[in-house]
């Protein structure tokens, strides 16, 4: 089943033409079924890609899903195309105004982690939508920066600043192999670390809440689980495509940076050379199981949240 955008967004086509199955919200009006309602907070500097990463991943599930980009109105973005976030989002705050429900929501990282929460100029607004989802969102998946904003408003768990930046694709490990996002993985899976912070492993081992579900020695926390699932913090990014660390390597590279090459990722550790896709199957079982999770778990009426 598809996923349901506007004709018109740019994801529109290149998914299309990748043969992921999207609808238009005409065709989708003629289904007699209630699809999912899934929410993107888009935090990333790279709008258009982050939206095509994340849609892709979202439309190879079997489920039909609703989407909707929210952005901070109280932040003005300096990469987007003009006008496409006025055409194609809504801000966090129309949406709590609006009491708007969500079956699931992601929040995107963010090139902000050095940063102080409390200094992002958006900070505000954010937690307004991360409280909100208490009660309005049945499953909420933050991703880096998004994990960090979210575990530290919930439960006061701090970053930690990393002695240089942790960049690559490594092995993680699955602690709580029966637990439903993890259905059909292997014991280690392979993902892409891009950051230079990470989580507080001690703080959320003393979080009674709190479950770390994936985690490696070289790279730290993975992936940590609340309310059996309902919360979902992802310190890395699965939905990278293979390309996506090579373009932020280079970028560095090309601001004087001094920056080390990501590990396991260039063939021979060559830059001149393509990278090889390794974590994608990976990353779309754990969106398939994601969705069908909610999807098991969600009230049909929306308005049954608690």
Same mark, same amino acid.
């Given at each position: 089943?598809?996923?349901?955008?506007?004709?018109?967004?740019?994801?529109?086509?290149?998914?299309?033409?990748?043969?992921?199955?999207?609808?238009?919200?005409?065709?989708?009006?003629?289904?007699?079924?209630?699809?999912?309602?899934?929410?993107?907070?888009?935090?990333?500097?790279?709008?258009?890609?982050?939206?095509?990463?994340?849609?892709?991943?979202?439309?190879?599930?079997?489920?039909?899903?609703?989407?909707?980009?929210?952005?901070?109105?109280?932040?003005?973005?300096?990469?987007?195309?003009?006008?496409?976030?006025?055409?194609?989002?809504?801000? &966090?705050?129309?949406?709590?105004?609006?009491?708007?429900?969500?079956?699931?929501?992601? !929040?995107?990282?963010?090139?902000?982690?050095?940063?102080?929460?409390?200094?992002?100029?958006?900070?505000?607004?954010?937690?307004?939508?991360?409280?909100?989802?208490?009660?309005?969102?049945?499953?909420?998946?933050?991703?880096?920066?998004?994990?960090?904003?979210?575990?530290?408003?919930?439960?006061? !768990?701090?970053?930690?600043?990393?002695?240089?930046?942790?960049?690559?694709?490594?092995?993680?490990?699955?602690?709580?192999?029966?637990?439903?996002?993890?259905?059909?993985?292997?014991?280690?899976?392979?993902?892409?670390?891009?950051?230079?912070?990470?989580?507080?492993?001690?703080?959320?081992?003393?979080?009674?809440?709190?479950?770390?579900?994936?985690?490696?020695?070289?790279?730290?926390?993975?992936?940590?689980?609340?309310?059996?699932?309902?919360?979902?913090?992802?310190?890395?990014?699965?939905?990278?495509?293979?390309?996506?660390?090579?373009?932020?390597?280079?970028?560095?590279?090309?601001?004087?940076?001094?920056?080390?090459?990501?590990?396991?990722?260039?063939?021979?550790?060559?830059?001149?050379?393509?990278?090889?896709?390794?974590?994608? &199957?990976?990353?779309?079982?754990?969106?398939?199981?994601?969705?069908?999770?909610?999807?098991?778990?969600?009230?049909?009426?929306?308005?049954?949240?608690?």
């Amino acid at each position: 089943m598809p996923i349901k955008i506007p004709r018109a967004l740019p994801a529109f086509d290149a998914l299309s033409h990748e043969r992921i199955f999207v609808m238009t919200e005409d065709r989708a009006e003629q289904q007699d079924i209630r699809p999912l309602r899934v929410g993107i907070v888009n935090l990333m500097p790279t709008t258009l890609d982050t939206e095509i990463q994340l849609l892709r991943l979202l439309g190879n599930s079997p489920l039909q899903v609703d989407i909707t980009f929210l952005n901070m109105g109280t932040h003005s973005s300096k990469n987007a195309p003009p006008g496409h976030l006025e055409k194609f989002y809504i801000s &966090a705050q129309e949406i709590i105004a609006m009491k708007i429900r969500f079956d699931g929501l992601i !929040i995107t990282g963010a090139p902000v982690e050095t940063l102080p929460f409390e200094e992002v100029d958006y900070w505000e607004e954010l937690t307004h939508i991360i409280d909100y989802s208490e009660k309005n969102v049945y499953s909420i998946m933050h991703i880096c920066w998004g994990a960090q904003a979210g575990l530290y408003r919930r439960y006061g !768990i701090p970053k930690q600043q990393l002695d240089k930046k942790l960049s690559g694709v490594f092995l993680h490990t699955v602690n709580e192999r029966g637990h439903i996002l993890f259905r059909g993985f292997d014991d280690e899976f392979l993902a892409p670390q891009s950051r230079y912070t990470g989580l507080d492993r001690n703080a959320i081992k003393l979080n009674s809440h709190l479950t770390i579900q994936s985690e490696t020695d070289e790279t730290g926390v993975f992936i940590v689980t609340a309310r059996g699932g309902r919360e979902i913090y992802i310190s890395g990014h699965l939905e990278y495509d293979p390309l996506t660390l090579d373009k932020e390597y280079k970028r560095d590279i090309n601001k004087g940076l001094q920056i080390e090459k990501p590990k396991n990722y260039y063939p021979n550790n060559d830059p001149s050379k393509t990278p090889i896709v390794r974590w994608r &199957a990976h990353a779309n079982l754990f969106f398939d199981n994601w969705l069908n999770y909610v999807y098991q778990e969600t009230p049909y009426n929306l308005e049954e949240l608690k």
